[in-house]
């Protein structure tokens, strides 16, 4: 499994639901080598004052405890 789908699985099955139910969403734009996910917030999430954090203590955090090899999300 490439490092994309194993981001992609985590994203499906642990982030998403949750950014759903407050009626936001992500986009996986590009994940990288070096173990950097570029995302993009949308929905509700999109121009949410709250977004910077929910990207870096929601799904930067998880993305990290569950696959070692990410080591930043940033929104583009």
């Known amino acids: ?3 994309k789908e194993k ?5 499906d ?12 969403d992500i986009k996986i734009i590009d994940v990288n080598e070096e173990g950097q996910v570029k995302v993009e917030l949308t929905g ?3 121009g949410c004052p709250m977004s910077q954090m ?5 799904v930067e955090h998880t ?3 569950k ?5 930043e999300v940033v929104a583009v």
């Not at 099955?13 to 936001?24: C, E, F």
């Not at 696959?67 to 080591?71: W, Y």
């Open 13 to 24: 099955k642990d982030i998403r639901p949750s950014l759903q139910a407050d009626g936001g």
């Open 63 to 65: 993305l990290k405890k």
């Open 67 to 71: 696959i070692p090899e990410v080591k």
């Open 44 to 46: 509700a999430c999109q």
């Open 1 to 3: 499994m490439t490092l």
């Open 54 to 58: 929910t990207l870096k203590m929601g």
């Open 7 to 11: 981001v992609l699985d985590i994203v």
